[in-house]
């Protein structure tokens, strides 16, 4: 049996971004992977890493719960937590912190990214967060971790550390494979479409957020950026905002790039853009619809119970190991 985990950020309401370049491929991977197990929690933890405002954080995490089964998540056959009611994943960030070097922590863009823009207290818990993060993979022995392409090497260095581990210590850890999705594992600002749609982006015209009013998601769409040229061609270059539309669109609909180019082949802008807000809106009420359901219901609690019985008991047995092998304690 293979083991199947990822975790997402409570740092606002996850995007489109998140939806394409993670949820939505948890659930095909849980459609396709029926024998597998299925690790799904909220990195609370992980939000830390920049200042929260301590309400909006608790809410953030709930609603992110609830989410998780809004998209489709099956509760039979999954474990859903939440990162900091399982003690462990302090415990082995601090040994991934003995493991990795600094200069491999340095090398990760995300933080040379974040510590650009905010160039005042920069926590030291933002420059450690891949030591945290290789925990939450590593405890539960999890073969794939399905994420989008700006946490791949997070994911390398997850690898990596696991490796080292095994060499040093004997074979403990499973080294995880990372999985993105075929299209939309990077979904772009649709006002700025060389960067990255972000949860915590300055403007948010160009950011789809899934439990947004669904009439504002659909006037984003159609005032996206895009170029004069009119042509609906994929060229991430020097078309990028048609592009992550097309990208979009695909992602949601499951067609192939060459399918969409011939589809619209001799259409303009207008109508395109009309075809994908129609697309999303379409999906993003199915979501919210069946997110009323779950952020209202008694299971939520029963299930996150469930699920942090399940990974504490997981979580406890491997630290036991680790902790043997690496010869701390009694
Ligand atoms: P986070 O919360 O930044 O993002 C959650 C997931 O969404 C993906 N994603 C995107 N995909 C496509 N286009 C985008 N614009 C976009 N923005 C975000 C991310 O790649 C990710 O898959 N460190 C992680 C959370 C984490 C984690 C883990 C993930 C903590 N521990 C262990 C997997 C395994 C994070 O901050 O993701």
């Not at 929260?52 to 056959?77: F, M, T, W």
């Not at 700006?150 to 080294?175: K, P, S």
């Not at 594992?185 to 160009?206: C, F, H, R, V, Y």
């Not at 060229?235 to 990208?247: A, F, Q, R, Y």
Request: overall charge neutral; charged content about 30%.
């Amino acid at each position: 049996m293979k083991i199947v985990l990822s975790g997402i950020k409570p740092t606002g309401i996850p995007t489109l971004g998140n939806y394409l370049g993670a949820l939505k491929n948890f659930v095909k991977l849980q459609n396709e992977m029926k024998e597998d197990e299925f690790f799904i929690f909220v990195a609370d933890l992980h939000a830390l890493t920049v200042p929260q405002d301590p309400k909006e954080l608790r809410s953030h995490i709930r609603n992110l719960c609830a989410l998780y089964l809004a998209v489709g998540l099956n509760p039979e056959n999954l474990t859903l937590f939440i990162q900091s009611e399982v003690k462990e994943h302090v415990e082995l960030g601090y040994l991934m912190q003995s493991l990795v070097y600094m200069g491999e922590l340095e090398r990760m863009t995300q933080y040379k990214d974040k510590k650009q823009k905010q160039v005042e207290g920069v926590s030291s818990a933002l420059f450690t967060y891949p030591a945290l993060m290789a925990a939450d993979i590593l405890l539960y022995d999890a073969t794939y971790v399905p994420v989008g392409r700006d946490q791949m090497q997070h994911l390398e260095l997850a690898r990596t550390l696991a490796e080292r581990f095994n060499h040093r210590f004997g074979d403990t850890f499973i080294v995880p494979q990372g999985i993105e999705p075929k299209q939309g594992t990077k979904i772009t600002d649709l006002q700025n479409p060389t960067k990255k749609m972000d949860k915590s982006a300055e403007n948010d015209k160009g950011c789809i957020y899934l439990l947004e009013d669904l009439n504002k998601i659909k006037k984003k769409i159609k005032s996206a950026v895009t170029d004069l040229d009119g042509c609906i061609r994929f060229d991430k270059e020097n078309k990028p905002g048609i592009s992550n539309l097309m990208t979009i669109y695909a992602a949601m609909s499951g067609m192939e790039i060459k399918e969409i180019e011939s589809k619209y082949q001799g259409c303009g802008y207008k109508e395109f853009k009309e075809d994908v807000a129609n697309i999303v809106v379409q999906e993003i009420e199915g979501i919210q619809k069946k997110y009323q359901e779950w952020i209202h219901s008694p299971q939520l609690d029963e299930l996150l119970d469930q699920g942090r019985e399940k990974a504490q008991h997981v979580a406890c047995k491997k630290m036991e190991v680790i902790r043997q092998k690496m010869g701390y304690g009694r």
